[in-house]
């Protein structure tokens, strides 16, 4: 089975109880048995994880590009700041997808810029959970 990693950025393992109004009420284990779910059916072997630690998201980048393994990537907050994450991203040998539960564009200022679009495959935002199931059904059309 083909390996697709879900990486998940800060506080997105607080899904649940963070700000329902704008994330909703599925918890991070709901989005993980979601994602599991979801490449099952389309054949995929899904390991979900999250991180608070910028370190740890570039290394799992870092080993996503070795290995040529496709990533649906929530960078959360680094989304809009992390030169560091969106260097580790340029570097991927397979599609890598940005997601986002809500709608960015839709929110503060600040959330207007994401750094990393521009070296992801492609961005999916603003449909909770299902953003992350668009991705993965992307997945399937795509080479690079
Ligand atoms: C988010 C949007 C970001 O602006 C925010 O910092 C997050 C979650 C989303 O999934 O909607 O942590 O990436």
């Known amino acids: 089975m083909t390996a697709v990693w879900v990486l998940n950025g800060p506080n997105l393992s607080r899904l649940g109880s963070r700000e329902p109004d704008v994330y909703g009420h599925a918890t991070f284990e709901d989005l993980t048995l979601t994602c599991q779910n979801e490449g099952r059916m389309l054949g995929f072997e899904v390991d979900v994880r999250q991180t608070d630690d910028e370190a ?3 290394g799992w ?3 996503a590009a070795t290995d040529s393994i496709a990533v649906v990537l929530n960078p ?5 700041y992390s030169y560091a994450v969106r260097d580790a991203c340029a570097l991927r040998t397979a599609p890598l997808i940005e997601v986002h539960l809500s709608n960015p564009a839709a929110r503060e200022e600040f959330r207007h810029t994401s750094v990393v679009a521009a070296v992801a495959s492609g961005t999916i935002a603003g ?5 992350y199931v668009l991705a993965l059904r992307a997945l399937t059309e795509m080479s690079n």
């Open 76 to 80: 959360a907050a680094f989304t809009h």
């Open 56 to 58: 740890e998201l570039i």
């Open 61 to 63: 980048l870092h080993q």
């Open 127 to 131: 449909f909770g959970m299902t953003s």
